[in-house]
């Protein structure tokens, strides 16, 4: 089976930046609660003004939106920079051969094969699946935006030779 898809910067990019929106919705959510558990006692006085600390909750609401936006905005640009001085070659048409003694990741001169017998690590998640063995820290990720219909199948043909 040979199977053709590509990888660019902007798909790590926007990768990146979805694997940010669970946290930044954490930290949202713990800052909107830090900010009325500190405050709750002026919310009960009665006579503390309640638009003031109202004012003061959009202010420190739009304050730590743009420190999340901020902060996720360096974690993609390190993120992407690292990837970058580490992996040169990362981004192109990547040809996937798959036989039953191995699986091949090529990507221009690069190729990268995995031997069935050789993995020592096979985890699959909801949208890719993941390739390692001892005698190297890479390992091949599978990814389903990347793959789209091919997929499936590969998902499947990779689980029918690791069980054999």
């Known amino acids: 089976m040979k199977i053709d898809c590509t990888w660019t910067r902007d798909d790590l990019k926007s990768y990146l930046k979805k694997k940010r929106i669970i946290p930044n919705i954490i930290f949202l959510a713990l800052g909107t609660y830090f900010f009325f558990s500190w405050t709750k006692y002026g919310f009960l006085d009665i006579n503390t003004d309640k638009k003031i600390l109202w004012l003061g909750f959009a202010i420190y609401f739009v304050f730590i939106i743009f ?98």
């Not at 039953?100 to 990741?105: P, V």
């Not at 690069?110 to 890479?138: A, M, Q």
């Open 67 to 164: 420190l999340l936006w901020a902060i996720t905005k360096l974690y993609i640009f390190l993120k992407l920079r690292r990837n970058d001085k580490k992996t040169g070659k990362a981004y192109g048409v990547y040809h996937i051969e798959v036989d039953k003694q191995k699986i091949s990741s090529i990507l221009g001169e690069d190729k990268f094969c995995y031997y069935w017998k050789d993995v020592t690590s096979f985890r699959v998640r909801r949208n890719y699946f993941f390739l390692k063995t001892k005698k190297d820290k890479i390992g091949l990720c599978f990814r389903k935006e990347i793959l789209k219909d091919n997929y499936e199948k590969l998902l499947s043909y990779v689980k029918q030779q690791l069980s054999s």
